[in-house]
């Protein structure tokens, strides 16, 4: 099946579909006309013209189809045009002859290998010589005449995932194996030791690629999501490292461009990408045909078109008019917040740059089509300080906060005084109110003021005896002496002597008839003029104002002395002032500005006196945080004391 986009001659994007499965691989024929696609399931020649692909050749005929047809790789003979070679699963090495006029085109099979065959690769000038590595972790030189081979090089390793030749040296060849180590051998010194081995990668390497311009320059692709450029002389120089999203599979310099190199995965992505290792991070360009992950790559005659295959069993010819440019969908503008400091940096995209206060405009020297410009994007960056984002949590006080080893008031103390010495009042008047509730609990549980208080309640029997005193009651045996000092002390107020903060004392109920002159206090600030009845006429001292047609005489009425005496009946003691709702408050405050540093603290200090209402889902959240703070900034003995007294005060685990 075939399927083509827009374009001119020869630079359509075309498909063909295998139908008999996935393709492992495949291989380009010296005059860029044919393509070979191999796989364990399919092995076909197609032939590549302007109108799409075409199947040639199906070579997986004959009755006797084995494991020889399954190919995990292919190649195609730089010289001799009717030559190719697979690497099969079973690790053999067949050679086919395209040539033969029978359907069969098996040439010959080599089975030196023990495992399966990885990769296979003919000498680029003599036609007689073939390379294959395996599993087993061996590299075999065959000579395709003798049909045998005639060296077997060891890599030390479990397997050998790829080998290419040296270019401009027809003697030297390189391996890459899955230990992520690179072996350079010398054709010429047999089976001896590679002459050169470096490690390239954190784990497996699956390909190698030599640039095609430069012979010293060497790329890897590897499990480790990079593809590396390497400088090779008597020792291997990194030099540049592209990153990319999955391990890589497969790598193909550009031709004709000396900075793009082309790369397939080998799971999740589908798509297959040119990079510049220059600007390592973003592709040049993708091309994103396949629905499954790419497993081969070859480019035509021109740099602008290139064959790939994938597990989707499609093969598809890619053009770079109709590649995704990743790069311009970059987004020249950004934002980021630095949380801990309170820095805003800001990057603004510009199309210009300003010099000596004229606006000039970037010039090239040289113009490049369009296609082979990478999107080239400017911007200035900006950065700005604010107190917005001003984080709460203080390192000095973490490490020097007391959270045990003392008593509770002196921690409040100690701690308030850090609190001060780090310009954070808020936490320090936090810590001196716990200091004062402290002391106050401590005066409490003293046995010496239990025992005080118990002495100075007077009994039950006395106080109801004592509820009503009158001078009309015969069985009163208070002289009056004592009830006027005691009066005496009250309006004088000495009687209230005891701390405002601490429990009430023993309370007297009083209804008593004062008739000392001094004692005496009237009801109102003013005596009345007269008591007010009814029908009753003015006082003699005011006057009618009212016109009056004939004198009257001026009655007079007599004002009767009367006063109200006080009677004190009950005095309310004064209620205990409670630290608690007050602490609660202050510390649900501080949790929700962000600072649960004095949240915690202040509850883990408070803990070995009392017990605030605050609820364990809350108090979780406050400790889990805290403790996540101590260990991101390395405290993590703080971290640990935070963790163990956490756990004795209350049933909250952590995970360690």
């Given at each position: 099946?075939?399927?083509?986009?827009?374009?001119?001659s020869?630079?359509k994007?075309?498909?063909?579909?295998?139908?008999?499965?996935?393709?492992?691989?495949?291989?380009?024929?010296?005059?860029?006309?044919?393509?070979?696609?191999?796989?364990?399931?399919?092995?076909k020649?197609?032939?590549v013209?302007?109108?799409?692909?075409?199947?040639?050749?199906?070579?997986?005929v004959?009755?006797?189809?084995?494991?020889?047809?399954?190919?995990?790789?292919?190649?195609?003979?730089?010289?001799?045009?009717?030559?190719?070679?697979?690497?099969?699963?079973?690790g053999?090495?067949?050679?086919?002859?395209?040539?033969?006029?029978?359907?069969?085109?098996?040439?010959?099979?080599?089975?030196?290998h023990?495992?399966?065959?990885?990769?296979?690769?003919?000498?680029?000038?003599?036609?007689?010589?073939?390379?294959?590595?395996?599993?087993?972790?061996?590299?075999?030189?065959?000579?395709?005449?003798?049909?045998?081979?005639?060296l077997?090089?060891?890599?030390?390793?479990?397997?050998v995932?790829?080998?290419?030749?040296?270019?401009?040296?027809?003697f030297?060849?390189?391996?890459?194996?899955?230990?992520?180590?690179?072996?350079?051998?010398?054709?010429?010194?047999?089976?001896e030791?590679?002459?050169?081995?470096?490690?390239?990668?954190?784990?497996?390497?699956?390909?190698?690629?030599?640039?095609?311009?430069?012979?010293?320059?060497l790329?890897?692709?590897?499990?480790?999501?990079?593809?590396?450029?390497?400088t090779?002389s008597?020792?291997?120089t990194?030099?540049?490292t592209?990153?990319?999203?999955a391990?890589?599979?497969?790598?193909?310099?550009?031709?004709?461009?000396?900075?793009?190199?082309?790369?397939?995965?080998?799971?999740?992505?589908?798509s297959?990408?040119?990079?510049?290792?220059?600007?390592?991070?973003?592709?040049?360009?993708?091309?994103?045909?396949?629905?499954?992950?790419?497993?081969?790559?070859?480019?035509?005659?021109?740099?602008?078109?290139?064959?790939?295959?994938?597990?989707?069993?499609?093969?598809?010819?890619?053009?770079?008019?109709?590649a995704?440019?990743?790069?311009?969908?970059?987004?020249?503008?950004?934002?980021?917040?630095?949380?801990?400091?309170?820095?805003?940096?800001?990057?603004?995209?510009?199309?210009?740059?300003?010099?000596?206060?004229?606006?000039?405009?970037?010039?090239?020297?040289?113009?490049?089509?369009?296609?082979?410009?990478?999107?080239?994007?400017q911007?200035?960056?900006?950065?700005f300080?604010?107190?917005?984002?001003k984080d709460?949590?203080?390192?000095?006080?973490?490490k020097?906060?007391?959270?045990?080893?003392?008593s509770?008031?002196?921690m409040?103390?100690?701690?308030?005084?850090?609190?001060?010495?780090?310009?954070?009042?808020?936490a320090?008047?936090?810590?001196?109110?716990?200091k004062?509730?402290?002391?106050?609990?401590?005066?409490?549980?003293?046995?010496?003021?239990?025992?005080?208080?118990?002495?100075s309640?007077?009994?039950k029997e006395?106080?109801?005896?004592?509820?009503?005193?009158?001078?009309?009651?015969?069985?009163?045996?208070?002289?009056?002496?004592e009830?006027?000092?005691?009066?005496?002390?009250?309006?004088?107020?000495?009687?209230?002597n005891?701390?405002?903060?601490?429990?009430?004392?023993?309370?007297?109920?009083?209804?008593?008839?004062?008739?000392?002159?001094?004692?005496?206090?009237p009801?109102?600030?003013?005596?009345?003029?007269?008591?007010?009845r009814?029908?009753?006429?003015?006082?003699?001292?005011?006057?009618?104002?009212?016109?009056?047609?004939?004198?009257?005489?001026?009655?007079?009425?007599?004002?009767?002395?009367?006063?109200?005496?006080?009677?004190?009946?009950h005095?309310?003691?004064?209620?205990?002032?409670?630290?608690r709702?007050?602490?609660?408050?202050?510390?649900?405050?501080?949790?929700?500005?962000?600072?649960?540093?004095?949240?915690?603290?202040?509850?883990?200090?408070?803990?070995?006196?009392?017990?605030?209402?605050i609820?364990l889902?809350k108090?979780?959240?406050?400790?889990?945080t805290?403790?996540?703070?101590?260990?991101?900034?390395?405290l993590?003995?703080?971290?640990?004391?935070?963790?163990?007294?956490t756990?004795e005060?209350?049933?909250?685990?952590?995970?360690?």
């Amino acid at each position: 099946m075939q399927n083509q986009s827009s374009g001119g001659s020869g630079t359509k994007s075309l498909c063909f579909n295998l139908g008999d499965g996935p393709a492992n691989a495949l291989a380009i024929s010296k005059d860029y006309t044919h393509v070979v696609v191999a796989g364990r399931n399919v092995f076909k020649i197609l032939g590549v013209d302007d109108n799409g692909f075409v199947e040639k050749m199906n070579l997986r005929v004959g009755k006797n189809l084995n494991l020889n047809y399954s190919c995990n790789d292919v190649v195609w003979s730089t010289s001799d045009e009717n030559l190719i070679a697979t690497g099969a699963t079973n690790g053999a090495v067949v050679l086919w002859n395209l040539s033969k006029l029978t359907r069969a085109k098996q040439e010959h099979v080599f089975v030196d290998h023990q495992r399966t065959v990885h990769k296979v690769l003919f000498h680029p000038t003599d036609s007689t010589m073939l390379l294959s590595g395996s599993q087993d972790g061996t590299v075999k030189c065959f000579d395709i005449r003798l049909h045998e081979a005639k060296l077997t090089f060891k890599s030390n390793s479990e397997s050998v995932r790829d080998i290419q030749f040296v270019p401009k040296n027809s003697f030297s060849f390189t391996s890459v194996s899955e230990n992520g180590s690179v072996q350079i051998w010398d054709l010429r010194k047999g089976g001896e030791r590679p002459y050169l081995t470096f490690t390239a990668h954190n784990g497996p390497v699956f390909s190698c690629d030599w640039h095609p311009e430069y012979s010293s320059v060497l790329a890897t692709g590897g499990r480790d999501r990079a593809i590396k450029i390497w400088t090779i002389s008597n020792v291997a120089t990194l030099e540049h490292t592209i990153q990319t999203v999955a391990s890589v599979g497969k790598i193909k310099w550009r031709p004709q461009r000396k900075n793009h190199i082309g790369s397939t995965s080998l799971v999740v992505d589908a798509s297959v990408c040119v990079w510049d290792y220059r600007r390592p991070f973003v592709p040049f360009a993708a091309f994103e045909k396949h629905k499954d992950v790419a497993t081969g790559i070859a480019w035509r005659n021109s740099p602008h078109i290139f064959l790939s295959t994938s597990k989707d069993c499609m093969v598809w010819q890619n053009v770079f008019k109709d590649a995704m440019r990743p790069g311009s969908k970059a987004i020249p503008q950004a934002l980021a917040l630095n949380v801990r400091r309170g820095e805003i940096a800001h990057a603004q995209a510009v199309t210009s740059y300003q010099q000596d206060g004229v606006t000039k405009y970037q010039i090239y020297k040289k113009t490049a089509p369009l296609n082979e410009k990478f999107h080239l994007a400017q911007s200035n960056f900006y950065t700005f300080h604010t107190n917005l984002m001003k984080d709460p949590f203080s390192v000095d006080c973490a490490k020097r906060y007391i959270l045990n080893g003392r008593s509770a008031p002196e921690m409040c103390e100690k701690n308030a005084e850090i609190a001060l010495e780090l310009n954070i009042p808020q936490a320090a008047l936090v810590w001196e109110i716990s200091k004062l509730y402290c002391q106050i609990l401590k005066t409490e549980e003293t046995p010496e003021n239990a025992k005080t208080a118990e002495a100075s309640t007077p009994p039950k029997e006395d106080q109801e005896d004592h509820t009503h005193f009158s001078d009309d009651d015969p069985n009163n045996s208070s002289s009056e002496t004592e009830k006027q000092d005691l009066l005496a002390e009250i309006a004088s107020g000495l009687h209230m002597n005891q701390n405002l903060f601490m429990p009430p004392g023993p309370t007297y109920d009083f209804n008593y008839d004062v008739q000392q002159d001094w004692q005496v206090l009237p009801a109102e600030a003013f005596q009345p003029r007269h008591e007010i009845r009814e029908g009753s006429s003015p006082p003699i001292h005011l006057e009618d104002c009212s016109p009056r047609e004939m004198e009257e005489p001026l009655e007079t009425v007599a004002i009767e002395n009367r006063t109200n005496q006080l009677r004190i009946t009950h005095m309310d003691p004064i209620p205990d002032f409670d630290f608690r709702v007050p602490l609660t408050k202050a510390l649900h405050y501080h949790a929700a500005k962000g600072d649960v540093q004095t949240t915690v603290s202040v509850w883990l200090v408070l803990q070995t006196l009392c017990q605030l209402e605050i609820p364990l889902k809350k108090l979780e959240a406050w400790c889990l945080t805290y403790v996540e703070l101590l260990q991101r900034h390395r405290l993590h003995t703080k971290a640990a004391l935070v963790r163990k007294k956490t756990r004795e005060k209350t049933c909250l685990l952590f995970t360690e």
